[in-house]
């Protein structure tokens, strides 16, 4: 049910929107997650990891409660002494007491721009991308990263490097990836650039990013 007031708003319909609504339905939260939909779809739609299950499947499977989503996408935010205030692009407005932005790693403004070479997601093209015999680089230390590296490793590739300031994924995904042959690069930060062909991350060259 939509209104005007929730406990919790989260912004994205991602692997990580969805799993946040799980603990907050768990504990009976009243939340609304929010996703702009672009061509129709969310990311709760699209497959999630190597067993092909979408967010939407993995969610029921494991939380007997529906999800309260919305589609629609976050315009304006603006924060209070005691409240969040989202306005969207059909000018409905709510209020929260907490914020969740869990819109993954593209950018609105700026940024990368997705590439024959440059992957943005976590979106499904990731997963059907040919790897094999290329050098991957992923940038993050997130559950996507290490995930996406055990998937690129899988399906052929030579090599996937994982560049980040910090790491902050699940023990299950590291390991996975590690003993599928990933490597790791701590490093405070570094340099893309797309060089059509190919792409350089601080004189280094890989294939995909």
Known sequence: MVHDSYQVVIIGAGPAGVACARELSAMEVDYVILDAAMGGHTNIDYGVGESGQSSREWFKSVVDFPINLVRTNARHIQGFANHWEVSTQDEWCCHCQYLVIATGTKARTGGFTESENLLIGPFKPAYERDYNGKRVAILGGGDNAFEYASIALSKGASSASIFARGIRARKDL????????????????????DMGGHVDISGNRYDIC
Do not use: I, N, Q, T
């Open 174 to 193: 590291r390991a996975a990836a590690m003993s599928a042959g990933a490597s790791v690069h701590l490093v405070a930060d570094f340099d893309v650039k």
